[in-house]
């Protein structure tokens, strides 16, 4: 699977989660530029990310900063090192 992502670093929101078939890879990337161009007219800095992964779950876990946040991610660290 590929994901594309848009990520609101200040925030640390994501705001943009879109997914496609493996096969549809141009379409993932020439979507990623178009939001890429629109962000930049308008000003906007946000980090927009194409991903692959065999699952969501699997982009969950090595992705967790675009899903969680800072403060979910240490709670998990901390429960792990018990």
Request: aromatic share 8%; proline share 0%.
């Amino acid at each position: 699977m590929i994901f594309l992502l848009e990520y609101q670093r200040s925030k640390g929101k994501l705001l943009t989660f879109k997914t496609f078939l493996d096969s549809e890879l141009a379409l993932a990337q020439q979507a990623r530029l178009d939001l890429e161009l629109e962000l930049n007219k308008k000003g906007v800095d946000h980090e927009v990310v194409i991903l692959e992964a065999a699952s969501l779950t699997a982009l969950r876990q090595t992705h967790r900063r675009y899903f969680e946040t800072l403060d979910e991610i240490a709670r998990a660290s901390r429960r792990g090192a018990n």
